[in-house]
C-alpha cells in the first residue's frame, strides 16, 4: 500500500505564497506520475497540475497555470507544490495523487491539507 502524507497548508491573504510538500512511500521506479488535486467547498474535486515521475513533465489546469509549479525530489519521493499570488478562489482542500507505473489512474490519495487564502 503506498502511503502519501502532505504538509505546508494554512491561512493566507490574497497575493501570497505556500508550498505543500506530499512524500510518498513508493519506490520511485514503480511511481509513474504524482498529481495535486484540490476540492473547494461545495464543489467536485479538481484536477491542479502533475509531474512525471522519471521524465518530469508537468501539466498544469488553466486556473493555476502561470501561478503555480509542481516539482520533485527523487532523492526525497518527495513532490511540491509551489502556489504563488495565491486567490481566495484557491481555497481548497488539497491533495496529493500517485499513479503507478501500471497506469491505472491514481489510486493512492494523502489525507488532504487545508489551504484558505482571504481577501
Known amino acids: 500500500q503506498v502511503q502519501l502524507v502532505e504538509s505546508g497548508g494554512g491561512l493566507v491573504q490574497a497575493g501570497d505564497s505556500l508550498r505543500l510538500s506530499c512524500a510518498v512511500s513508493a519506490r520511485t521506479f514503480e511511481t509513474y506520475d504524482m498529481a495535486w488535486f484540490r476540492r473547494a467547498p461545495g464543489k467536485d474535486r479538481e484536477f491542479v497540475a502533475s509531474i512525471t515521475w522519471s521524465a518530469g513533465r508537468t501539466y498544469y489546469a488553466d486556473s493555476v497555470k502561470g501561478r503555480f509549479t509542481i516539482s520533485r525530489d527523487n532523492a526525497k519521493n518527495t513532490v511540491y507544490l509551489q502556489m504563488n499570488a495565491l486567490k481566495p478562489e484557491d481555497t481548497a482542500v488539497y491533495y496529493c495523487?500517485?499513479?503507478?507505473?501500471?497506469?491505472?489512474?491514481?489510486?493512492?490519495w494523502g489525507q488532504g491539507t487545508q489551504v484558505a487564502v482571504s481577501s
Open positions: 495523487a500517485h499513479q503507478s507505473i501500471l497506469k491505472r489512474g491514481y489510486e493512492n
